[in-house]
């Protein structure tokens, strides 16, 4: 159904650049300090780009707001696919992907399930095959389609130009934005949300990259700001490690939207749960595909010794690196020809310095500097084992790959910070949230700054879907609350939290069980 040897080779190309974000023709520089706007938007990933776009549809007039330079967020990088069940295309082709499994994937049982509100997944999984398809109206190519994991679920929709799934996305949005001259105003940084004396949104306090102050007076604000996977000072109190871990998330993700929220007293869910990537090249932060490990890529410690189950699930690996301290030393990902080929498609001098390539094992252990008789015998544990479900020391049963087509290559890894679930708690209308479920009147978030959908973690490739689904509905309300509510809505009634300007959130988080 795909080709995932070509789709691979792009991938991982596009992972290498994308956390440049693009220069997009609707982006612009603002040249006034004080503007007026029906919707604003702050961020343009996927979140904001759908909302952007629903709510010019919708009869607003809308603008986006992004602080840096370039467009598309972390958005844009998203390597997954976008799962959706009742498209068309599934239709079509007849292909089974039944929504009751969709949903129940989001409350697959786990030690600490955090939120995952029932009525957000249920209006995730209804919207879902329609977001396809108005992202395939609007010129997208997800037409390729594959079952999810370890299912015969056929709801995971890849780009048909061997791109990422948010590439693809990001790419179509962008166009789509340009089409309706919905303004870009790059550099420029949200900082507050106005509300009035009685508590009506009002619009947003930003600043340019060049330090000048920026008013915006809107009558709605979207906050898809995305989360906080880069914010090292935010996530150093909840875990020093997690302080000192490298990203894999654009410069853009660091937190602001909960920040601002959180000084109006918003509920915010999940706080401090964090997901890790267990194989970023530190050279290029760039992500090995989990593919690599699950093809029979094998990991090694500093002295070539295997220390987890390459299979198990990114977390845990992480996990397993940080509680037993090899991540303090170099680690490396030993993969062979065969998997290269396979997954990546790569030639080893793809990006010089990154992979350390070699003929014969010797030489590699030479190579990365780890001692040959430790890395031959992790190398003939996996040559070991078969592919007939046994368990190794490590709990790893599934054994694609022997390790023996050469040349074999190594990549020095890292552990990163690569998502964070938690965030603003919204409803099935996008609209924010204060600690008593209470909708706050013209204010709306989606994507990943909020929480409540993934509970403690995210269970699939579903955080595109969330962004696209959760930022047009956003926009299309938004776009009505704006056309009834001319003058917005008094909100001085509802039970904001005390305003905390030390980021509340991190004592009035995880309220929900
Ligand atoms: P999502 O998937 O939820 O759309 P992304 O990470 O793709 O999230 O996009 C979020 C975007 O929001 C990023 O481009 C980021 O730079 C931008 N952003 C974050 N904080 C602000 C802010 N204070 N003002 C404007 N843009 C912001």
Redesign the pocket.
């Known amino acids: 159904m795909i080709n995932l040897k070509g789709k691979m080779l792009l991938q991982v190309l596009l992972a290498v650049f994308v956390f440049a974000?693009v220069e997009a023709d609707a982006a612009q520089e603002l040249k006034q300090t004080k503007f007026n706007v029906d919707v604003i938007v702050?961020?343009?990933?996927?979140?904001?780009l759908s909302a952007a776009i629903e709510a010019k549809a919708h009869g607003a007039s809308t603008a986006i707001?992004?602080?840096?330079p370039t467009?598309?967020?972390?958005?844009i990088s998203a390597l997954g696919s976008f799962a959706a069940v009742g498209s068309r295309i599934q239709k079509e082709r007849g292909l089974h992907a039944s929504p009751e499994a969709f949903y129940l994937s989001f409350f697959r049982h786990e030690e600490r399930p955090g939120t995952v509100r029932p009525e957000l997944v249920k209006r995730l999984v209804a919207e879902s095959g329609r977001a396809l398809d108005w992202l395939n109206d609007m010129g997208a190519g997800l037409t390729e389609v594959a079952p999810a994991f370890g299912t015969n679920e056929y709801r995971e929709f890849y780009s048909n130009e061997s791109i990422g799934a948010g590439a693809e996305i990001v790419k179509e949005l962008l166009r789509q934005a340009e089409n309706d001259d919905i303004p870009i105003f790059t550099s420029?940084?949200?900082?507050e949300i106005v509300l009035d004396s009685r508590g009506r949104v009002t619009g947003i306090n930003?600043v340019k990259g060049d330090g000048t102050e920026i008013e915006v007076n809107a009558r709605a604000v979207v906050i898809?700001?995305?989360?906080y996977a880069a914010a090292h000072d935010i996530l150093a109190r909840f875990n020093p490690v997690f302080g000192e871990t490298m990203t894999s998330n654009?410069p853009?993700?660091?937190g602001?939207?909960l920040i601002m929220l959180d000084a109006l007293g918003a509920q915010l869910v999940d706080i401090g749960k964090v997901q890790f990537h267990p194989t970023i090249s530190p050279i290029i932060n760039s992500m090995i595909p989990e593919s690599v490990r699950n093809l029979g890529g094998m990991l090694v410690d500093s002295e070539g010794r295997r220390f987890v189950n390459e299979t198990a699930d990114s977390d845990e690996i992480a996990r397993v690196m940080y509680t037993s301290g090899v991540y303090k030393k170099p680690m490396f990902l030993i993969f062979d020809r065969k998997i290269a080929d396979e997954v990546l498609g790569l030639e080893p001098t793809f990006n010089a310095g990154t992979y350390f390539t070699a003929n014969d094992l010797e030489s590699l252990a030479r190579l990365i500097k780890v001692p040959y008789k430790n890395l031959r015998r992790s190398i003939a544990e996996i040559q070991n084992n078969k592919a007939d479900g046994t368990v190794d020391g490590f709990g790893r049963s599934s054994f694609e790959s022997n390790l023996n087509h050469y040349p074999v290559f190594a990549v020095k890894i890292r552990p990163a910070m690569h998502y964070t679930p938690g965030g603003v708690l919204i409803d099935d209308q996008a609209r924010v949230l204060t600690p008593f479920h209470e909708p706050v009147y013209g204010l709306y978030a989606?994507?990943?700054?909020t929480g409540g959908i993934n509970g403690s973690r995210r269970k699939g490739n579903t955080?595109l879907t969330e962004?696209v689904v959760f930022?047009r509905i956003a926009g299309i309300n938004a776009a009505d609350f704006v056309e009834k509510h001319p003058d917005g809505i008094d909100n001085l009634e509802l039970n904001f939290l005390p305003k905390n300007e030390n980021f509340g959130f991190l004592s009035h988080s995880d309220v929900e069980r």
């Open positions: 974000g702050i961020g343009s990933g996927a979140a904001g707001v992004e602080k840096l467009v598309g967020g972390n958005s420029v940084r949200a900082e930003a898809a700001t995305g989360g654009c853009g993700s660091t602001d939207g989606a994507g990943e700054v955080s962004a930022g």
